[in-house]
C-alpha cells in the first residue's frame, strides 16, 4: 500500500474534507446494508490521515489536537460508524508517543507512516465496571508475556494492523500490550450487533496464551501517576464525532426540506423552507450546532495548551474544557437527529430513506460515557477548584 505523508495542518483538513465529500455518498447504504468500509478504511490509511499526530522529528506533521478533532469531525459529518473506526488509533498513537522508549517509538512511528493502523482492546463485559481489567499478561522466563482474555467493544480490531490491548500484569498493574494482527493465539470475532454505528465492527477479540514481546508492551499505569492528556485527546475525539455527527442530520434535515418536502397547507407558503415555523426551527438547531464546533474548537486549543505547558493545572483546564464540549456535543446529536424528523415530515421516516442512522448513530456513540459525570466534574471544578480526576475518561 502506497501511503501519502501529510506535511501539515492544512494538509490534513483539506485530505479530511475531501475524503468526506468521498465517504458520504455510499455511507446510508453501508449502513443500511451493513457492509463494512474496507476499501474506505484504507482510504484513510493511503491519504495519510492515520499519521498525522506522528512528532516532525520522526517525519510527521505532529498536528494540533485542534486540527486532529476537526479532521473527526468532517469524516462524522459523513459516517459516523467511520470516523469512530480510528479513534482508538490516536488514543494508542499517544501511549506510542508519551510512554515508549526511543526505540518503541521509532518503531511504532515509522508504522504509522507507512500506513499502519491500531485497533483496540480495551473494554471487558461481566466487570464491576469499566476499570475493572481482568486480562493478565503472565512473565515468562525468557523476558515475554503470555496474554490471556477476552476484550468487548473492540472498534477497529478488525481493521487493524496492530492490537493494544489493555492488560494487568503480576503487580496488578495497567499495561498495554501492542499485539500484531494474526499473532497465534488472537482471534478477533464481527458480533457487533448494535443499533447504531454498525459499520464499525466493534466485536470481541480473544486472547489465549497469546505470546508479546518486552518491546511491545508499554507502562500505561505511569501515565496516571503525573499531569496527563490521556482522557482529554480520547474524549475531545468522541466530542468531535458527536458534533459531527450533528452537523450532518443538519445538513441533510435542510436538504430534505428544500427538496422533498411539502409545505403544511395552514402555512400560505409554496415551499415547505419558507414555512417560518421551520425557519424558527432550523435556526434553534443550527444555533446548538455551532454552539458544540465553538466549544470542540476551544476544547482543542485547550488541550494544545497544556500540551506546550503540561501541569496539573493546565491538564485540568484541558480535561474541564473537553468534558464540556462533549456533554454540550452529545445533547446536541442526540436533539438534532431527532429533530430531523420532525423538520421533514411523515416520509422521512420511510425505511427506504434510513434518515435514522443519524439518530441510531448519535444514541449509540453518547452511550459510550455518561455526561452526567462529566457535569459532576465541571460542578466541582467551578465551585470549590477540585482538579477532575486522572482516570483517563475525562
Known amino acids: ?47 495519510g490521515l492515520l499519521a498525522v499526530t506522528v512528532p516532525a522529528a520522526h517525519g510527521g506533521a505532529d498536528v494540533s489536537r485542534e486540527t486532529l478533532a476537526e479532521v473527526f469531525r468532517l469524516l462524522a459529518t459523513a459516517d459516523a460508524s467511520l470516523a469512530q473506526i480510528p479513534q482508538s488509533h490516536f488514543v494508542y498513537a499517544e501511549v506510542i508517543e508519551r510512554r515508549g522508549t526511543d526505540d518503541q517509538r521509532t518503531f511504532f512511528h515509522a508504522e504509522l507512516l507507512a500506513g499502519r493502523r491500531l485497533g483496540n482492546a480495551q473494554s471487558e463485559a ?14 515468562q522466563p525468557d523476558g515475554s508475556y503470555l496474554l ?12 487493524a494492523h496492530w492490537i493494544p490491548v489493555l492488560a494487568r500484569a503480576g503487580d496488578d498493574a495497567l499495561h498495554v500490550a501492542f499485539v500484531r494482527r494474526g499473532a497465534p493465539g488472537l482471534t478477533v470475532t464481527d458480533d457487533w450487533d448494535g443499533m447504531g454505528q454498525r459499520t464499525t465492527a466493534s466485536g470481541t477479540v480473544r486472547l489465549t496464551d497469546v505470546r508479546v514481546s518486552a518491546d511491545r508492551v508499554f507502562p500505561h499505569h505511569l ?24 452537523g450532518g442530520a443538519l445538513a441533510e434535515a435542510a436538504a430534505f426540506v428544500r427538496t422533498r418536502s411539502r409545505p403544511w397547507f395552514e402555512s400560505g407558503f409554496e415551499t415547505a423552507a419558507e414555512d417560518p415555523l421551520l425557519v424558527q426551527r ?31 493545572d493546565s491538564a485540568a483546564e484541558a480535561s474541564i474544557a473537553v468534558a464540556a464540549a462533549k456533554a454540550h456535543a452529545a445533547d446536541t446529536a442526540v436533539e438534532v437527529a431527532n429533530a430531523l424528523f420532525e423538520v421533514a415530515g411523515t416520509r ?18 453518547t452511550l459510550h460515557d455518561p455526561v452526567r459525570w462529566k457535569i459532576q466534574h465541571i460542578g466541582r471544578y467551578v465551585l470549590s477548584g477540585i482538579r477532575p480526576p486522572r482516570h483517563g475518561l475525562l
Open 126 to 139: 461481566g466487570t464491576r465496571h469499566v476499570q475493572d481489567i481482568r486480562t493478565r499478561l503472565e512473565p
Open 282 to 312: 432550523f435556526g434553534e438547531l443550527a444555533v446548538r450546532v455551532r454552539a458544540s464546533e465553538a466549544l470542540l474548537r476551544e476544547a482543542g486549543r485547550t488541550v494544545d495548551r497544556a500540551r506546550a505547558g503540561l501541569t496539573d
Open 148 to 159: 490471556n482474555g477476552v476484550k468487548h467493544y473492540a472498534t477497529g480490531a478488525l481493521f
Open 348 to 365: 422521512s421516516a420511510l425505511g427506504a430513506l434510513n434518515l435514522n442512522r443519524h439518530w441510531r448513530d448519535a444514541r449509540t456513540h
Open 1 to 47: 500500500m502506497s501511503t501519502h505523508v501529510i506535511a501539515d495542518d492544512a494538509e490534513a483538513l483539506a485530505v479530511a474534507a475531501a475524503l468526506a465529500e468521498e465517504f458520504r455518498e455510499g455511507a446510508s447504504a453501508r449502513d443500511a446494508e451493513r457492509r463494512l468500509p474496507r476499501a474506505e478504511v484504507d482510504r484513510l490509511s493511503a491519504s
Open 223 to 246: 501515565t496516571f501517576q503525573e499531569p496527563q492528556l490521556h482522557g482529554a485527546v480520547a474524549q475531545l475525539l468522541h466530542a468531535a464525532i458527536d458534533t459531527g455527527i450533528a
